[in-house]
C-alpha cells in the first residue's frame, strides 16, 4: 500500500480530483455520491476533498462530504452482511457511532489547520478478527461480541497521525469498507464496530481541538541595511516548546534580503503554550513580517 502525505500548512496545495468539487454550494450539485476507485489512491480522492473544502472556509461542504462516509442504506447493509435478526440494533449503534465520528473528524482536521499540523493518512486491508494480546489485562478490554458476518465485506482501516516537524503529537485509526463508489465508516479503531459487545468507549463527545500558542512578548524586525530598499512581506513557521519559547524559525514565504532580519527578531518571541489535556503542549505559530523602508 502507498502512503500519502496530505500537508494542512499554509503552503500545503492538495488538488481538486474530478470527482470532487468545491467550488460549488452543494456537493450534490457536483456528485450525489462518491464515485472513486476501491483503492489506496481512491481513498485518499474522498479524503483530501473534506480537507480542501475545510482548509478554503468552507465548513457546511466539508460536513457535506464527511456525510458521504455514512453507509447509504445500512439497515440493509446489516442485514445482508450480519443477518437480519441484527440488522435493527445494528443500524441504531452506527447511527450513533457516525455521529462521533463525522464531529470527531471535523475536530481533528480543524485543530490541524488551526496550528499548522501534518496530517498523514494510509489505507490498509482490513479485517473483524480479533486477536488479544496476552500482555494486556482482559479487564482493560471492551468485551468482544462474537458476532461475525455471514456475507464477508471489503474490510480497510486507515491510519492517521498528526506531525510537528516531523514528530507524531497523535496517532489514531478508523475502519471502513468499500460500498457504492466510496469508502464507508464502520468502526473507530482498527475494526469494524460490531466485534465489540459495546460502544461506551467509542462514542462520547469529541475530544476538544488544541488550544493555539499565543504570542506574550514580540520583538519588531529591524530593516537590514543590506537590503537596499527591498521591501514585503515575509512568513515564518515557529516552533514553539512547552515552556513557550521559540526553538526554530522557518520561512514560508518572503524576499531572501528580508528573512534574517525576521528569524532574528522571532526567536527572541516568547508565548503562551497550548493547552492539551490541562497540560502545555510543542506547537507551531505562523508569524508575519512587513518591511517597508
Given at each position: 500500500m502507498r502512503k500519502s502525505l496530505l500537508q494542512i500548512v499554509v503552503i500545503c496545495v492538495i488538488a481538486t480530483s474530478p470527482a470532487y468539487s468545491?467550488?460549488?454550494?452543494?456537493?450534490?450539485?457536483?456528485?450525489?455520491?462518491?464515485?472513486?476507485?476501491?483503492?489506496?489512491?481512491?481513498?485518499?480522492?474522498?479524503?483530501?476533498?473534506?480537507?480542501?473544502?475545510?482548509?478554503?472556509?468552507?465548513?457546511?461542504?466539508?460536513?457535506?462530504?464527511?456525510?458521504?462516509?455514512?453507509l447509504p442504506q445500512p439497515g440493509e447493509w446489516f442485514t445482508e452482511h450480519l443477518g437480519a435478526e441484527r440488522s435493527k440494533a445494528l443500524t441504531e449503534r452506527y447511527d450513533k457511532l457516525f455521529a462521533a465520528f463525522a464531529a470527531d473528524m471535523e475536530l481533528s482536521i480543524l485543530d490541524a489547520i488551526d496550528n499548522h499540523l501534518n496530517l498523514f493518512t494510509e489505507l490498509k486491508e482490513g479485517t473483524e478478527e480479533m486477536v488479544l494480546p496476552k500482555e494486556v489485562p482482559q479487564q482493560k478490554l471492551t468485551p468482544l461480541s462474537g458476532v461475525t458476518t455471514i456475507k464477508k465485506p471489503a474490510l480497510f482501516y486507515a491510519r492517521f497521525d498528526r506531525q510537528r516537524s516531523g514528530k507524531s503529537i497523535g496517532s489514531w485509526a478508523r475502519a471502513f469498507t468499500f460500498e457504492d463508489g466510496g469508502f464507508r465508516f464502520l468502526g473507530f479503531g482498527s475494526k469494524p464496530f460490531w466485534i465489540w459487545e459495546s460502544d461506551s468507549r467509542f462514542a462520547g463527545p469529541p475530544k476538544k481541538p488544541l488550544q493555539l500558542a499565543k504570542p506574550i512578548h514580540q520583538v519588531p524586525a529591524i530593516y537590514p541595511a543590506s537590503a537596499r530598499?527591498?521591501?514585503?512581506?515575509?512568513?515564518?513557521?515557529?516552533?514553539?516548546?512547552?515552556?513557550?519559547?521559540?526553538?526554530?524559525?522557518?520561512?514560508?514565504?518572503?524576499?531572501?534580503?528580508?528573512?534574517?532580519?525576521?528569524?532574528?527578531?522571532?526567536?527572541?518571541?516568547?508565548?503562551?503554550?497550548?493547552?492539551?489535556?490541562?497540560?502545555?503542549?510543542?506547537?507551531?505559530?505562523?508569524?508575519?513580517?512587513?518591511?517597508?523602508?
Open positions: 468545491t467550488t460549488q454550494q452543494s456537493v450534490d450539485d457536483v456528485h450525489p455520491k462518491p464515485n472513486i476507485s476501491q483503492s489506496p489512491d481512491g481513498y485518499n480522492v474522498q479524503f483530501s476533498a473534506i480537507l480542501e473544502a475545510y482548509k478554503a472556509g468552507n465548513k457546511s461542504l466539508g460536513k457535506e462530504l464527511i456525510e458521504q462516509f455514512r530598499g527591498v521591501t514585503g512581506k515575509v512568513s515564518l513557521i515557529l516552533s514553539i516548546d512547552a515552556l513557550g519559547k521559540v526553538t526554530d524559525a522557518k520561512v514560508l514565504s518572503g524576499d531572501p534580503a528580508l528573512t534574517k532580519a525576521a528569524i532574528d527578531a522571532a526567536r527572541q518571541w516568547s508565548f503562551e503554550a497550548p493547552i492539551r489535556n490541562g497540560s502545555p503542549v510543542e506547537s507551531d505559530y505562523i508569524a508575519e513580517f512587513n518591511f517597508v523602508k
